[in-house]
């Protein structure tokens, strides 16, 4: 039949380009359709100024082949957005799987067709696919949200959201801009936006704790060290609750006589990245805990900002690292420059957006320039956008309730929904993990499954109910003896109006994560369903 194959793959980013080899690897014929232009999933539209990885780039990448990650250099320890979308070209060029990928393509309808066990997949371009399989590789931060400002159609000026950022330069020379949002993407922009700005205006719901990135550019023979010792950190990556080789911690904040503790936050903030989150394991459970590293990281934002009447403004009180952990290249200092400007929408909150600047309760703010850098429908935005229907024409809206019942089986599947896999879905480690790591396990487990099904005859998988309640009300338990839900975040779906409070991500470690879903496989797909050929005497 024209346009069938074994697989659909919808995205390709690092989910998808792994995917689609892997697939094509073991003998399935696969067929990866993406909305935009090219290969890189979120690294081909976040191209704002100052967009870089808060991995270390030389575990932010696939450690599937030894001899794929030999072959690419990193030129600094944190890439830049432009450095990882040509890293994810050349290992799409080096494992040949463009020409299984289809551009310019997006997934409007899916729908499970029960007489011919196939989903039969509509694109918006109006193409019709059907396949044996459908894997969800949208990632977890693929649609952006911009709040629904009253005014917004009419502000005569130029406006973006840092996560679909334009592919020519914007030229911010002279320009006066607003931003609004201090998450990742405005604290990565903020510094680099006022380097060429005239006047920058940065609009600030929630102050952010962040780390100090200490980017650098990777000496050669550092790189060939690092090469040198990838089998090594390899293998603690996959042993690891973070997917970095960062072992799990034993040490816990309070426990920890206080010359010791402020000794190793100053270590860690002195090295960076995303080692001080690491460096306790009861940040985000005890608020005992939390205090002491959140105070000791509001201490450094004093120490930064010059402008007394500004500090203030600046300092979180949230507990440290319940939303996402936030490193930085000079974002507080840049306080300190007087064409910078705080505007606390706590004191001010925006009323509107006008033709000439943005409309706080106390004044206008005239602006030729308003970036948006108000993140993402997290989690589950971009899948239920994706209208895809399982059993009985039953929509994934439907059976979520429209978010507010979100229930999955592992974070891969979903009762209802036969043949159909999620790639770091939701109740998964996903984002709380390297998501390069989380995503080669899940890949290689659905790869895996697919096998298992070829070989045993099996025309449909599916979770069953109570799998999948059990799953939902572990992840549910897990999170809440922690921190993570007593936060306003983007973990838990705060950042939008109107969506539902969730909190959609397992917590309990990739490591343990990767053995129960082993344990899954080795039990013949414990808490699925299986329903087999008829086999023809
Ligand atoms: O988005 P965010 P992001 N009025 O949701 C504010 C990944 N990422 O794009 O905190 C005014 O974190 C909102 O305020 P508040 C990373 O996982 C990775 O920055 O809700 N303000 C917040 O300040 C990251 O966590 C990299 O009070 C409003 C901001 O907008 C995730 O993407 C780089 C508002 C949104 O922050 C999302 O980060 C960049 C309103 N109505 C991103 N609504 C890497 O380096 C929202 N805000 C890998």
Redesign the pocket.
Known sequence: MANHVDAIVIGAGFSGIYMTYKLREEGFTVKTLEKAAGVGGVWFL?RYPG?????DSIYYNYIFSEELYKKWSWSSRFAAQDEILSYLNFVADELDVKKEMQFNTEVKFAIWDEDQTKWLVTTAQGEVFTATYLISGVGC?STSSI?NFQGRESFKGESYH??NWPHTPVDLKGKRVGV???????V?SIPVIAEEAKEVYV????PQYSVPTRNRQFTEEEIAQFKEAFLDAREIMLNSPSGLPIPRSTRSVVDTPEEERIAILEDAWEKGGMILNNAFYDIVIDPKSNELVSEFLRGKIREKVKKSDVVEHLLPYYYYST??PILDTNYHDTYNQDHVTLVN?RQQP?ECITENGIQTTEKEYPLDIIVF????DAMTGTLLKLDIRGRNGVSLQEKWENGAKVETYLGLGLAGFPNFFTITGPQSPS?LTNVPTAIEQHVEWISDCLNYLREHNVKTIEPTVEAEIQWSKQCTEIANGTLFTKT???YTGS?IDGKSRDFLIYLNGLDNYRQLCNEVAEHGYKGYQLQYEEIKA
């Open positions: 976040a967009a870089r990885c808060d991995s931060l709040p840092t996560g609004i949002g201090t998450g990742s993407s405005g990565q609009f600030q719901r929630t939303k996402r929408l925006i850098a108000t993140g993402y984002v306003e975040s983007w950042n």
